[in-house]
Every structure is written in C-alpha cells, then in structure tokens.
C-alpha cells in the first residue's frame, strides 16, 4: 500500500526533480516509513512523520540536498522569517514546521517551500490569503504562469511513467533517483 501512495504522491522527489511531497495515507505504519527511509537514504531521500490532522497521516518525503539549495533562497529566508520561523538548518525547518502542524489551528502555509514552490508563489499565497492568483494547478500562482504549467507537464509526466514502470514489476527502490 505504501508503495502505491508514493507512486502517486512522490515520484517528481523520487525522480530527483521535487524537494520533496506531502504523502497523505490514510493508515500509518511506522515499520514501512522506518524502511524506506533505509532504503532510501543512500539515495539522497528521506521521509518524516509530520502529524495527524483530520484523520490522516502526514509525512514529508524530500531530498535534503536540496530542500537546503531552496531554503538559501533570499525570499525563502525572507518568507520564513517574517512567519516566525528562526533556523539554521533544514532540521531546524521540519522541527518547525511539526511544531505549527500539531499545534497550530491552521495548516503552515510557508510548507510550499519545502515542497519546492516557487517563493514568489508562496508569499503570493500568503499575503492573498489564497485569492487572486493568476493560476492554479499544483499550487496557487502569483508569478510565472508559463513557468508553473511546464513543471506541473513534468511532474505530471513523471508520475505517469513512475506508475506505468511500476506496474510493469519495477520496485520503489529501483525507482529511486540517486542524487
């Protein structure tokens, strides 16, 4: 079951072309995220439990190496800083970010740039309180539109190709990326 879900939910990360996704499952077990992060990590991956919010299981799958290039980004720092957050390192982030899942009443809208949004579209989001975007179709666009469209053709493409090698008797660490 796990293995399908992050088909579905994480192959751009997998791929090695997303910092990371959000899996969504609506039954954890905490023996399959244990081994896949085993599996994973010489690969450059790594999955996190974030919390439980209405029912379901959230886990952050996402690739360190450049979770860090994204989180450098002069309007990331800016995005984050002006949301409270004070960190020095991508750890420091996540701990964060669990902190505001499990004990915030609403969701941590600065996650965008952890799942590799752009920052223009995040703070864009977070100053519009999720209106007047230009688009939307992975996330909510405020800057480049062109732009977006193209990647969402990517990330769409790689899932469609993840699934078909899947079915096909492919396994997930054999569709892992190494970065």
Request: proline share 4%.
């Amino acid at each position: 079951m796990l293995a399908r879900s992050l088909i579905k939910q994480c192959s751009p990360t997998m791929a090695g072309i997303k910092t990371g996704n959000l899996l969504i499952l609506d039954q954890y077990s905490e023996e399959e995220i244990s081994a896949f992060n085993q599996m994973a990590k010489d690969k450059g991956i790594a999955a996190v439990f974030l919390g439980i919010k209405n029912g379901r299981t959230l886990i952050y799958v996402y690739r360190p190496d450049l979770l860090k290039k994204d989180l450098d980004d002069p309007l990331a720092q800016k995005i984050l800083s002006s949301e409270g957050d004070r960190f020095n390192t991508p750890k420091e982030c996540i701990t964060c970010l669990i902190d505001r899942i499990n004990n915030s009443p609403s969701f941590p809208h600065e996650i965008g740039l952890m799942l590799g949004y752009p920052p223009e579209d995040v703070k864009g989001f977070i100053e519009n309180s999720g209106s007047g975007f230009k688009s939307c179709g992975m996330w909510k666009v405020y800057g480049d539109v062109k732009k977006a469209s193209c990647i969402w053709d990517r990330y769409k493409k790689c899932t469609d190709i993840y699934s078909r090698l899947y079915d096909q008797g492919t396994d997930i660490e054999g569709l892992i990326v190494a970065c």
